[in-house]
């Protein structure tokens, strides 16, 4: 049998390899590219970048957006291309990706502190902090930085029409603060070292008076007083609990007590 001559084999070997390229760029994922210098490209590049964070393609997304940054340094989809990286990294929520989606919005109010959406990226701040918060038995670094994001957004922005989420994600970040300190006066209490519990819980009163969960703190902290024989420093926050609240665990104890101790009263009065 003649062999091939070697121009034939070059030429098969050739038309193997482009069948095997159309054969992959079928069957691979295919990503729109638009040439460089092309008009509009820079909006090419920020919808695309939003569609593949809108569809969860985070490294599409990221490589979109970033093209869009570094070669587009006058588009006006510039700074909406920076938070665009910023909510790719917050959106897959990873302890890493959490600090880098920090460095994008921080950068983002340093860089366009006037912009539009800078009220945007200052609650999206907060919410990196909000993802990483712990639970209310350990440490509470993060929540009291998310709660000073927060606070900050209020403070900066009154008029943003994120502020009833920014208002939300704040009393969410300052419970989980309080159940904290809840914890620990809970603690006191149950070790029945009431001095303590009493401190504590009226510490948290006080820097915090509407703590979603103050029906706890009013009870524990009136059992505590009433183990000490401070009656009537106990009856007030029983009561308190009673006129605040219409649904709670410690209503049919707390009216017990009131009971108790006005009839108590009474009968040194009499």
């Not at 482009?18 to 992959?24: D, E, T």
């Not at 587009?72 to 890493?96: C, F, H, I, M, N």
């Not at 502190?113 to 990196?128: C, E, I, K, V």
């Amino acid at each position: 049998m003649k062999k091939p001559s070697p121009r034939a084999s070059a030429r098969s070997h050739i038309a193997f390899l482009l069948v095997a390229a159309l054969v992959a760029a079928a069957c691979g994922p295919r990503r729109p590219v638009l040439p460089p210098g092309t008009a509009g490209a820079d909006q090419f590049l920020y919808e695309h970048g939003t569609a593949a964070l809108k569809a969860k393609k985070w490294l599409d997304a990221t490589d979109y957006f970033t093209k869009l940054i570094d070669g587009y340094p006058q588009s006006q989809y510039r700074a909406d291309a920076k938070l665009g990286v910023g909510d790719v990294y917050l959106a897959q929520s990873t302890a890493e990706s959490l600090v880098m989606a920090q460095n994008e919005y921080r950068e983002f109010l340093t860089y366009y502190p006037t912009s539009g959406r800078a009220d945007y990226a200052q609650y999206q701040l907060g919410m990196t902090h909000f993802k990483t918060m712990r639970t209310a038995e350990r440490d509470q670094t993060e929540t009291k930085q998310a709660i000073a994001e927060f606070e900050f957004f209020l403070q900066r922005y009154p008029n943003s029409s994120m502020l009833s989420q920014a208002r939300d994600r704040l009393r969410e970040t300052k419970d989980r603060l309080d159940q904290s300190d809840f914890g620990v006066g809970l603690h006191y209490y149950r070790t029945r070292w009431y001095p303590g519990a009493i401190a504590r819980f009226k510490d948290l009163l006080k820097i915090d008076p509407d703590f979603t969960s103050r029906d706890a703190v009013y009870f524990y902290l009136a059992e505590s007083l009433l183990k000490t024989e401070n009656k009537a420093e106990a009856l007030p926050y029983y009561e308190r609990l009673v006129a605040e609240f219409e649904t709670s665990e410690y209503l049919d104890e707390a009216r017990k007590r009131i009971g108790e101790l006005k009839l108590e009263a009474q009968n040194k009065q009499s």
